[in-house]
């Protein structure tokens, strides 16, 4: 898969995946206990976890998708998250950051209310019951 590609279907650049790889390979070096070996590589539950985020998909289709249980999939994205958040390295600035920075945002509201539907009145005339 090109860059390109890769980054519409996973929501990042193969650079940042392999710096995940790389986060998620020190954090399986540094675990205690080994217990049974997963079902999934450590490169194909990073990619479980980039689906669920970039589809927000059910973990049960997910678990079809890759032929394991859906719990295993939820257990394997709260791995991975934990992991890829302990090791501070993709976390996202502060808010004192953002309002430090120069950079100005704008913010546009879009009314969508609700309204009720217009139909036909009911009524007595000729042809009905």
Known sequence: M??????????IYPETFAEMEAVLVEWQRGKKK??????????EQLLLT???W???????????????????VQR??????AALIASGQFSLPG?????DAENVFQIIAVDAAETPCERPK???GPGTA
Do not use: C, M, Q
Not at 2 to 11: A, D, E, H, I
Not at 95 to 99: A, E, F, G, I, Y
């Open 2 to 11: 090109n860059r390109t590609r890769f980054k519409r279907r996973t929501g």
């Open 34 to 43: 080994s217990g049974r070996p997963p079902a999934l590589s450590l490169g």
């Open 50 to 52: 980039l689906e669920f």
């Open 54 to 72: 970039r589809e927000y998909r059910t973990f049960a289709h997910l678990g079809d998708d890759w032929g394991i249980h859906e719990t295993t």
């Open 76 to 81: 394997t994205v709260e791995r991975v998250e």
């Open 95 to 99: 808010k004192k950051s953002l309002k």
């Open 122 to 124: 009911k009524s007595s």
